[in-house]
């Protein structure tokens, strides 16, 4: 199993910015998606952002323009910067990657870090 490990989270004013990181440990795999998603208190969880191997990204509408999401293939890692963020931003903010190992595909998350925007 692949593990991700999170950092950035945090309370942020609106309008302000904040950048998430994720680093995979581990050797023997290569990751193809990462990406980033969120869950608020009582709603299900949410794609925000993803990006491929090659560098294709795909966000939520919610945060186009606002958020932007880039990876290090060498340092196995992947990164959201967010910006203007909203009070409905507000989140426990969860990494994620799809990964090959041995010819076989897998899924793995990180333990989530909480994002509040707030005055």
């Known amino acids: 199993q692949v593990q991700l490990v999170e950092s950035g989270g945090g309370l942020v004013q609106p309008g302000g910015s904040l950048r998430l990181s994720c680093a995979a440990s581990g050797s023997g795999f290569s990751i193809n998606l990462m990406g980033w998603y969120r869950q608020a208190p009582g709603k299900e969880r949410e794609l925000v952002a993803s990006?491929?191997?090659?560098?294709?990204?795909n966000f939520a509408d919610s945060v186009k323009g606002r958020f932007t999401i880039f990876r290090d293939n060498v340092k196995k890692a992947v990164y959201l910067q967010m910006g203007s963020l909203k009070p409905e931003d507000t989140a426990v903010y969860y990494c994620?990657?799809?990964?090959?190992?041995?010819?076989?595909?897998?899924?793995?998350w990180g333990q989530g870090t909480q994002v509040t925007v707030s005055s």
């Open positions: 994620n990657a799809q990964y090959v190992r041995v010819g076989s595909t897998y899924n793995s």
């Open positions: 990006i491929t191997s090659g560098g294709s990204t």
